[in-house]
């Protein structure tokens, strides 16, 4: 058994596969299919000050090898959640992270004190790139001061660790990188969805309420390998990288790249049990490549 | 039962009618209970159009053999796919899924109205309320006598009525058009439902019309099946439920129906 | 048969189907297969002042529902295609477009003066968005200002219809082409290839030679979709929507976001015929749906 | 012939030892003209992983039976796919692409050397050739005697020696160590080699020290085959070429090869 351990600021991860906002719930709905603290940890459905129905039905339409999602960021807000689901967490033995996201700055700030209270939570992940809410959200992710200001403004209340998930829709995702890094992030998570489109040729609507929503999956795979390797040149802060990781050679891929740790989205849906699967292949990889732990890989592109 | 991530051998799939199949799978282990209305997530060969699992209702369920039914309506790349599955191979399934329909304690009469690929859960459904000696009726609406697949099945567990809409089979008509709308329906102490949108709120309102309960079971687009997500919901009187945990059987009372 | 034919700008289309620069050669090579007369036009490769190598092998990765490439704008130059390549061109009797590209704005202009002398070849399409070359490509359209410039300085000495094709590795593609449009853009086209990444993990090495190269595909087709949307509500020019596109409810999809006409790149190389595949598909879809013309189809998304 | 794009039917596949197959497709056309060395682009089932066609050598040609054969060697999706194709199945493809081998005017001693899986084109070559009454001299390279496969096909055109890593088979070690190397070279007119780069290379380099004219068939990533997406480039003394129409076969002297 290779070391799959890696660190990500201040939390030790077992290992290196955590799970991607959105795509996991609370973790709870997987306890049927496998025992979650295999995993390096989990990241919880994207939290805000105020409880929020979401959008409208339809929310989801599948594209070649990926789908869009509208869901909106329907969730009980974070006072229900340090209530109500925070409690049901702590019987768990692995790491859990917030998935933080409001309208405005303060929104953000309000959310982020609230979950520094819980002692069990490793950390937060600041949302600045939901492309699926009206107002605030990848508004935040896509021009530099506006990133820096979130980040600095939540940095000042959130004490441990806090990733900051960038969005893909920018032009330049480096400059984002460092404006968040600048501004006291402690790690970079990307790629958030990528705003995309489907219509019904039959119907001639748009498949979704919302028009457009946020495109995941294997088909971003390639833009998302590009952002970690671009953003990984840029930054000192150790960076998770994520989007269309459907196995463990996805995985390497993202290593290579320069992340330190990775997270399995929307291959969630398509296989409950692919977080495990990848866990045990990268082991295997390790060992056949005689490479005696991860770290040995991270970043480690010949080129 | 616990839900869990199963490969089932395809032990026959039998081709109904044009467009309908009906595949048995079958599981190694012992199954548990599975309530009526309950769903099977199934994974079909991944092309560049099906990416996500499909779900289908469970259709029986056989716990002595340890196989389920489902019952396939061709209309797309995936359920063409999963209909022409070899006998022998396996389906990767995550089953059962959602809550299902909620069963009466004592002997009642019941009425349960299905259309189009809408009656698979009510076969599974007829099969378990007929254990309690409840009084089953069984009204199956479909365009055309070709597309009432399996009625000698329903026979065995209640009376079955039919309605097509060319007059083929039973009487003309929709099924809410039926005869059993015209009689007292509050005869019936509850009405279970399951069909195209549009025949299910007909069926709602004929229901509420006449202060009969009545379960539905809602369809949406899924992308995980297990309440992860949050693709699939519907709006109800308690806002945003999904379909694939909080349903897909809802009372008509919980949803924000204009009937 | 319902009416296909479209406009764009002065050109007149007999069917709204196109084919993507660089996935299609000169045509020629298309003669075994079908009568290339049958499309509404065609669009030649890169076309530069200088003649170019284009990049080092290898210049292709699989990805999912998708491709990369690095080919770098490989062509013998504006001067070249001139004299050599645009004679055997003159048999076809459809449409010909030459894209257009450069490492200056210079380049850029005196290339468009060669084209600019050619009868028979109905516009240009300016290359502002080519994500693998080192200079120039893909810079010059991922800002308003730069954007601007090149089509106005290639406006002042190319007198026929100009289509600007813009890069989608853009925080709002909106702006830009509002840029273009202004500054004398006849037609938009949309989108070239998204920058992407793949990595060999067996190999540890990028599979490119260039590190990152160019995405389509269907994997892009819900980014493409989306751009095209947002764009059509931006511009008053006529769109030429690409990206993606295999079968003709592609197509159907991108007249409803507002393309007057589409191109097919990618499709080309996995099925040679699959032009006049659409063609064909069209029509029966505006039979179908009992549409007399595509013109009745172009932007009219049910909302 | 003209390149096409065409439905052919597989009327056999033939397991050939453990990652080998042959397949046979019929085309009800009559076929003209295949060049040795011209390949064919074939569509395998378009899965997650499979978006492109996939390339491979034209590997002997039935004039009479219209009967292409190709024989595919397992590395990945797409060869697992395409060597599972069903007998009566069809394969979409294109063919035949690329230029192929220069062939002798007169009668010549030649030499054809192949390893690995780059056999494939030199079975069409040694029946195209041996109809002119060439001398055919055919080295074929392997790791085991198991990867020597079709060696009696190979028989009927010409005298057949082998080379095996393991000495399973014929002489041990890689082809260039054959005593054929040992000898005078320079007693064959043209040598024509296929296989993997670094054995192509060696046999390059032992030819241009003979002085003996030599033909390789190179591979590359390709994603059309046909030339319009240049892509698949190799670099030559006149700049980069395109492998799938200015090749796949190359003159060792056109290459920028350091040999
Ligand atoms: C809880 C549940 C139980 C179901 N039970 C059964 C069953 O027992 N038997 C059966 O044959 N089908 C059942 N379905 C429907 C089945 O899941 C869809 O027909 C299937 O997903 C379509 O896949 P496809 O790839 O063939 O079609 P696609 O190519 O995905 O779609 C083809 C057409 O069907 C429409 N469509 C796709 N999915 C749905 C959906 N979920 N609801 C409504 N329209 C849809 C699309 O808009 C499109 O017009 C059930 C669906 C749900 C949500
Ligand atoms: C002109 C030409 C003729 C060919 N003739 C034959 C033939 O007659 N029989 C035969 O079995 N194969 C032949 N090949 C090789 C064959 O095309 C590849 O093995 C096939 O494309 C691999 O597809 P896959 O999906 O199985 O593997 P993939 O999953 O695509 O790749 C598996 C592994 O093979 C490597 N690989 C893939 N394609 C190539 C390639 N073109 N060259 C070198 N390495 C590659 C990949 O890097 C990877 O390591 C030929 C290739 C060319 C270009
Ligand atoms: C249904 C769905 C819901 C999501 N919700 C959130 C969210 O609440 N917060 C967030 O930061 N990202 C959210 N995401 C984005 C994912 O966390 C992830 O960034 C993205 O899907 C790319 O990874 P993947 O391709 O592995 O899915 C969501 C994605 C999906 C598919
Ligand atoms: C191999 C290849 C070469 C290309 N060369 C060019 C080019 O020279 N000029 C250009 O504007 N676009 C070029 N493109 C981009 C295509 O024209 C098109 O914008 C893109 O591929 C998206 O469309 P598709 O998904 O239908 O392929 C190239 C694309 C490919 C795949
Ligand atoms: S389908 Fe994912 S929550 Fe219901
Ligand atoms: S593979 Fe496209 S040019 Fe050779």
Redesign the interface.
């Known amino acids: 058994m290779a070391d799959l351990s890696t660190i990500i600021h201040n939390i030790k991860l077992k290992n290196p596969v955590l799970t991607a906002s959105?795509?996991?719930?609370y973790g709870v709905?997987?306890d049927?299919?496998f025992d979650i603290n295999l995993l390096g940890g989990f990241i919880v459905?994207g939290t805000t000050i105020h409880p929020r129905?979401?959008n409208?039905?339809?929310?989801?339409?599948?594209?070649?090898?990926?789908?869009?999602?509208a869901?909106g960021l329907?969730n009980a807000g974070a006072q229900y959640f340090a209530t109500e689901i925070y409690p049901k967490l702590t019987k768990y033995e692995t790491n859990v992270l917030v998935n933080v996201s409001g309208s405005t700055i303060e929104e953000y700030v309000a959310c982020a004190e609230i979950i520094n209270d819980l002692d069990r939570i490793s950390g937060i992940e600041l949302n600045i790139s939901c492309p699926n809410v009206k107002e605030g959200g990848m508004a935040f992710g896509?021009?530099c001061p506006s990133a820096a200001a979130v980040v600095s403004a939540v940095r000042k209340v959130y004490k441990k660790t806090m990733v900051v998930k960038l969005s893909p829709?920018?032009?330049?995702i480096a400059e984002i990188a460092k404006a968040a890094e600048g501004a006291g992030a402690d790690s970079l998570s990307l790629i958030n969805t990528?705003?995309?489109?489907?219509?019904n040729?039959e119907?001639?609507?748009?498949v979704l309420s919302t028009?457009?929503g946020g495109?995941s999956?294997?088909?971003?795979?390639?833009?998302a390998?590009?952002m970690v390797?671009q953003v990984s040149q840029a930054v000192k802060i150790p960076i998770i990288g994520l989007g269309?990781i459907?196995n463990a050679?996805d995985a390497?891929?993202f290593f290579?790249?320069g992340a330190s740790a990775i997270q399995v989205g929307?291959a969630?849906?398509?296989?409950?049990?692919a977080t495990v699967k990848i866990i045990n292949g990268i082991d295997n990889?390790l060992n056949r490549h005689k490479i005696s732990a991860i770290s040995d890989l991270i970043g480690?592109?010949?080129? | 039962m616990k839900k869990s991530v199963q490969n089932l051998k395809v032990i026959a799939n039998v081709k109904l009618n044009n467009d309908h199949h009906l595949l048995q799978l079958h599981t190694p282990d012992q199954l548990e209970n599975i309530v009526p209305g309950q769903f099977a997530n199934i994974l079909a060969d991944q092309s560049q159009s099906i990416f996500l699992r499909r779900p289908f209702s469970i259709h029986a369920v056989d716990y002595q053999k340890n196989i389920i039914s489902i019952l396939i309506k061709e209309v797309g790349e995936g359920t063409r796919s999963l209909s022409h599955t070899p006998v022998n191979s396996s389906l990767n399934v995550i089953f059962p899924l959602g809550n299902g329909f909620s069963l009466p304690s004592s002997s009642e009469k019941v009425l349960l109205v299905g259309g189009g690929c809408g009656v698979a859960p009510l076969l599974h459904l007829a099969q378990v309320l007929s254990k309690d000696f409840n009084d089953i009726y069984i009204l199956l609406g479909a365009r055309s006598a070709v597309d009432l697949v399996e009625l000698n099945q329903y026979a065995i567990y209640g009376k079955v009525f039919t309605t097509t809409e060319d007059g083929s089979h039973g009487e003309k008509g929709f099924v809410t058009e039926h005869s059993i709308f015209g009689v007292k329906l509050d005869s019936f102490s509850r009405i279970y439902c399951c069909g195209p949108e549009p025949m299910m709120k007909a069926v709602a309102s004929k229901a509420k019309a006449n202060s009969v309960s009545c379960e539905v079971s809602l369809e949406n687009t899924m992308a995980c099946g297990f309440g992860v997500c949050l693709c699939c919901v519907t709006e109800t009187l308690q806002g945003h439920k999904c379909v694939c945990t909080d349903g897909p059987v809802f009372n008509i009372n919980q949803l924000k129906w204009q009937i």
């Open positions: 959105g795509t996991f719930g709905e997987f049927d299919f459905k129905q979401g409208a039905y339809p929310r989801m339409a599948e594209t070649s090898s990926g789908m869009l999602n869901v329907q896509t021009s829709n920018v032009t330049d990528i705003l995309g489109m489907a219509i040729a119907t001639r609507k748009p028009i457009t495109l999956g294997p088909a971003v795979k390639p833009i390998l590009r390797w269309g459907m050679t390497i891929e290579l790249a929307t969630n849906f398509i296989d409950p049990l990889y480690c592109l010949h080129l």
